[in-house]
């Protein structure tokens, strides 16, 4: 199963990758920072956990798995362009229901530049409109039914979490997967403040509990320096936060590395 949102530093193009570094038996599956839960949706694993600190992409999930056809007509009712997009931007969240957020997530996401969620100082979203061709046409859905349907089936027999990474306590033998902001790259999608020092610091009580984690992260000297002693993976990754690609058609290859406890 393929994602149901777009998300920067989405993980749908590593997931083969990432399945065959994954450990061969294990209990339960965790996806923190989980984002577009790409190695979720592929994995479609029951009894699994997801988190992520983004209230928005939360309340959204938890929508698809509870009220799937409600969110599938509000979120039909929005209209693909600039003057109607700045003003659904430009909600306040207090005013509406949850299920209206979770709807205007769907539209934001599929109509915003490159599908990017940012946010101010303030905590408001400000990612300009991106006019894509696809949604001109007002009988274009930005969501199939059957693809709805089949995320909320999986989303039932999920533990869906709003809430830091560092709140999951894990049992022995689960596998944890974490997908942080990188080093040295741009992390405004919350307003909350993020350590990579943190996180290291919680891979090292997973590794304690008995756990097993897999981090994905740049592949920095300082990010090599922070996991020495576990094992560490270099890969190429294609990126294009812009959405373009060069001459050739091919997006920019950056180096990755996957840090494991086994």
Known sequence: MTPVVKWVGGKRRLVNTLTSMMPPKYNKFHELFCGGAALFFHLE???????????HLINFYKAVRDTPE????????H??????????????????SDIELAAR????????YSGMWRVNKRNRMNVPFANYKNYADPTQKYIKHDTLMSASALLKDTTIHHGSYNSIIPGRHDFVYLDPPYDQTWTGY?????????????????????????VS???????????????IFE?????????????????DKVKEVIITNY
């Open 190 to 214: 919350t307003n909350e403040v993020f350590s990579q020092q943190g996180l290291k610091d919680y891979c090292d009580r997973l590794n304690d509990i008995g756990a097993y984690f897999m």
């Open 105 to 112: 997530f769907l539209y934001l996401n599929k109509t915003a």
């Open 217 to 231: 992260n740049s592949a920095t000297d300082f990010i090599k320096e922070l996991y020495v002693g576990y094992e």
């Open 79 to 96: 209209e693909n362009n600039k003057e109607y997009y700045n003003e659904i931007r430009a909600w306040e969240d207090i005013s509406k």
């Open 45 to 55: 694993q029951p009894n699994a956990v997801i988190a992520d600190m983004n209230w």
């Open 235 to 251: 890969i190429d990754s294609a990126q294009a936060i812009s959405g373009r690609h060069d001459k050739a058609g091919t997006r």
């Open 70 to 77: 409600e969110l599938l007509a509000l979120s039909n009712q």
